[in-house]
C-alpha cells in the first residue's frame, strides 16, 4: 500500500488586505507582550507600522526586533532567542521575508526551551524540540519563501547552511496580503520569486510527489510563470503581485509536503560560503540541475514546460523536456539574475569545496528522482561554473 502524509496549516488568509486579519487572530491568545521580528528596512520605510500601530492602539505592548539580516548566521538565532527569553513576551510575529519569519519561528519555539540554538540543528544538534513554545502569526512581505507555511527555519554556518525543523515550528497563523509586496524592489522580486518557482518545480519532480502535492505545484508554476516578469518590471502591477503571492504561498504548501531537492541541496553550499542570497543561489542553479536530471522525469519537465506558458503538444517528451530547460534557463536571465557561478565571483578554485559542502546535504539529495552522488554535484558546479548545461554519463 502506498499513502502521502499531508499537512496543510496553518490557518491562513490569503488576499489583498488580508492583513485586517491581524488583530482578530491576536486577540484570541490576548497576549499582553508581542515581540515583533522583521527586517531594518521594512522599519525604515514604514511598513512595519502598517502591523504595530494597530496593535499598540488595541493595547498591547509591542517591542520591534530588527536585527535581522538575509541568509541569518546561527549566532543571529542565538542572540533573538536570548532576547526573546529575557522579553517574557506572550506572542511572536514574524513580518517580512524569508529570514524574520525563520527566525520568528525561532524565537517562539525555543523562547521555551533551555541550550542554545545550536543544540537543536538538524545535522549536529543533541537536543528535540519537546514544547509548542508561544504563539505566532507570521506575516510574509516577499513572495518567494514559503517560510509562512513551512515547519523549518533554516540558518547559515561557516561554509554551509542547517536547520531547526519541528512542527511547532508551524505558524497559529499565517497572513499572506499581496498589497504587502508592492513595495518590494525589482531585484529582491526576481531572487524571490525564483526560490518560489524552485519550490515548486522541486516539489513537482520530488521522489515524495503526491497527486495532490502535483497539484499544487503545477498551480504555483501557472503562477509564477504568467506573473513573475510582469511584477519585476512593474511592481505595482496589482495582478501580478497577487499571483505571485498566491503562487508563492501555494508551492510553499506544496514543498513542506513533498519536499525539496537537488538545487536546493547545491544552494546552501553557495550561500554559506559566498552569502549569496537563498533565491539568487537556486536560480543560478536551477537549469544546470534540471538539466542535469533531466533524463530521469522528462514526463512531468514536460508537463513544468506547459504551466510555464509553453506548449509540449508537438514535441516529444524528450524535447519537451529539453524545451523546459531552455525556458528556465530564459525566465532567469529575463528577471536580471546572473546565469553563472563566475558571474557572481565564485572563483573555480572553489568548486571543490563547494562539492563537499553540497554531498552533506543528504536529507534533501535524498528526494531527487536522480541520485545525485559526489561527481555529479562536482560536474553540476562546473557546469553553472562555465554556464553550459550537462547531462550524466551512464553509470
Known sequence: MSFAKLVFAPLSYTGWGALEQLLPEVEKYAPKKILVVTDPMLEKIGLVEWVTTPLKESGYQVTVYTDVVPEPPLETGEKLVSFARAGQFEMVVGFGGGSALDLAKLAA???????????YLNLTGTKKVEKKGLPKI??????????????????????????????????????????????????????????????????????????????????????IGRSLRKAVHNGNDKQARIDMSNGSYIAGLAFFN????????????LGGQFH?????????????????????CTTKMADILNALGGNSSYLSEEDASYKCVEELERLVKEVGIPSTLAEFDIPESALERLTQDGVQQKRILAR????????????IYQSAFKGVVTEPTKR
Request: net charge negative.
Open 109 to 119: 519555539v525555543l523562547a521555551e526551551h533551555e541550550g542554545s540554538v545550536a543544540d
Open 138 to 223: 507570521l506575516i510574509p512581505t516577499t513572495s518567494g519563501t514559503g517560510s509562512e507555511v513551512t515547519n523549518i527555519s533554516v540558518l547559515s554556518l561557516e561554509t554551509t547552511k542547517d536547520v531547526v525543523t519541528h512542527d511547532y515550528l508551524l505558524a497559529d497563523a499565517a497572513i499572506v496580503d499581496p498589497e504587502l509586496t508592492v513595495s518590494v524592489p525589482a531585484k529582491v522580486t526576481a531572487a524571490t520569486g525564483i526560490d518560489a518557482l524552485t519550490h515548486a518545480v522541486e516539489a513537482y519532480i520530488s521522489v515524495n510527489a503526491s497527486p495532490v502535492t502535483d497539484g499544487l505545484a503545477l498551480q504555483a508554476i501557472r503562477l
Open 258 to 269: 513533498a519536499g525539496v531537492a537537488g538545487v536546493h541541496a547545491l544552494a546552501y553550499p
Open 276 to 296: 549569496i542570497s537563498h533565491g539568487e543561489s537556486n536560480a543560478v542553479l536551477l537549469p544546470y540541475v534540471m538539466g542535469y536530471i533531466r533524463k530521469s
Open 368 to 379: 531527487s528522482p536522480y541520485p545525485l552522488l559526489e561527481e555529479d554535484i562536482r560536474n
